[in-house]
């Protein structure tokens, strides 16, 4: 994605959260810069930091910190960053001469750099209509604000992916979508007909695709045989463990990962640890497709 490109997609989904401080003279307008996707917020002021600590102090953990946030709602920002953009803006170095360490591409720094013209920009474009807003209209401002937040849209889904519609199979009842994510990666989803034409679907239109990290099983031995038409493979980023289940994130190259939960049991007798291959598996029944 080029600059200008960029730029456009911004403007596209740029929504300023209008918060008003009541004073004694007239309403003061502040604004709240996100970049917002059917998906959610895509950057916002809080990943924004976590991006200029990373470019900062070469670390994940030390990044984390200066936000503040946790070790893993960091890397769980990151990987939903790096899989809805076109590139990686972060990348994982391992080993080295200094042990390896989380560093900001040179788009990701771009990325920052025009989230924060632009958050200029719009800041500026507020006071300047804040100059010439009366006391009278602080309500209608007020139910605006309201509104905004309402047409919000989240989703509570893990595996979040941008990509293009590659192949459409249209049947009476169903239609098979493949949908590319970048050069090696695809996922394969069916929906309804009557969902697709909806969607308006065609090839080479820009999608998502949701899938929860409890529908992604998980293998390591190659030579099984399975009937689920997705099979990512990558490596074992990391794996985040609780009482009873594990989190488990693969990275799929090109700045692509992807979540499972499975129990813990379930972890330790595949031996999933940071490094091991395996994959990630998933019915295309279970795929999400949405605009």
């Given at each position: 994605?080029?600059?200008?490109?960029?730029?456009?997609?911004?403007?596209?989904?740029?929504?300023?959260?209008?918060?008003?401080?009541?004073?004694?003279?007239?309403?003061?307008?502040?604004?709240?810069?996100?970049?917002?996707?059917?998906?959610?917020?895509?950057?916002?002021?809080?990943?924004?930091?976590?991006?200029?600590?990373?470019?900062?102090?070469?670390?994940?953990?030390?990044?984390?910190?200066?936000?503040?946030?946790?070790?893993?709602?960091?890397?769980?920002?990151?990987?939903?960053?790096?899989?809805?953009?076109?590139?990686?803006?972060?990348?994982?170095?391992?080993?080295?001469?200094?042990?390896?360490?989380?560093?900001?591409?040179?788009?990701?720094?771009?990325?920052?750099?025009?989230?924060?013209?632009?958050?200029?920009?719009?800041?500026?474009?507020?006071?300047?209509?804040?100059?010439?807003?009366?006391?009278?209209?602080?309500?209608?401002?007020?139910?605006?604000?309201?509104?905004?937040?309402?047409?919000?849209?989240?989703?509570?889904?893990?595996?979040?992916?941008?990509?293009?519609?590659?192949?459409?199979?249209?049947?009476?009842?169903?239609?098979?979508?493949?949908?590319?994510?970048?050069?090696?990666?695809?996922?394969?989803?069916?929906?309804?007909?009557?969902?697709?034409?909806?969607?308006?679907?065609?090839?080479?239109?820009?999608?998502?695709?949701?899938?929860?990290?409890?529908?992604?099983?998980?293998?390591?031995?190659?030579?099984?045989?399975?009937?689920?038409?997705?099979?990512?493979?990558?490596v074992v980023e990391r794996v985040h463990g609780g009482p009873v289940n594990s989190e488990v994130v693969l990275s799929?190259?090109?700045?692509?990962?992807?979540?499972?939960?499975?129990?813990?049991?379930?972890?330790?007798?595949?031996?999933?640890?940071?490094?091991?291959?395996?994959?990630?598996?998933?019915?295309?029944?279970?795929?999400?497709?949405?605009?």
């Amino acid at each position: 994605m080029q600059h200008q490109v960029f730029l456009q997609y911004i403007h596209r989904y740029i929504a300023d959260y209008i918060t008003i401080a009541m004073s004694k003279s007239e309403p003061r307008l502040k604004g709240r810069l996100e970049l917002e996707t059917d998906l959610g917020a895509f950057l916002g002021g809080t990943r924004i930091k976590l991006l200029e600590g990373i470019a900062q102090h070469g670390s994940i953990t030390q990044a984390a910190k200066s936000v503040p946030l946790s070790y893993k709602a960091a890397w769980d920002a990151v990987d939903a960053m790096n899989n809805l953009a076109d590139q990686p803006l972060v990348t994982r170095v391992t080993g080295g001469k200094h042990g390896g360490g989380t560093n900001l591409t040179g788009y990701g720094q771009r990325v920052v750099a025009l989230y924060r013209a632009l958050e200029t920009e719009s800041q500026d474009a507020l006071d300047r209509l804040a100059q010439g807003m009366h006391k009278g209209e602080a309500v209608s401002f007020e139910q605006f604000r309201n509104l905004l937040r309402r047409f919000s849209l989240r989703s509570s889904a893990r595996n979040q992916f941008a990509g293009t519609v590659a192949g459409l199979v249209m049947g009476e009842i169903d239609c098979e979508v493949r949908i590319r994510l970048d050069d090696v990666n695809q996922v394969v989803a069916v929906i309804t007909r009557e969902s697709a034409e909806t969607l308006e679907l065609a090839l080479g239109k820009e999608v998502y695709a949701l899938i929860k990290s409890s529908s992604v099983l998980l293998l390591t031995d190659p030579a099984v045989h399975t009937s689920a038409r997705n099979q990512l493979w990558g490596v074992v980023e990391r794996v985040h463990g609780g009482p009873v289940n594990s989190e488990v994130v693969l990275s799929l190259g090109a700045g692509k990962s992807v979540c499972a939960v499975v129990t813990c049991n379930s972890a330790n007798r595949l031996g999933l640890a940071p490094g091991e291959r395996a994959c990630a598996l998933f019915k295309a029944s279970s795929v999400i497709v949405c605009l």
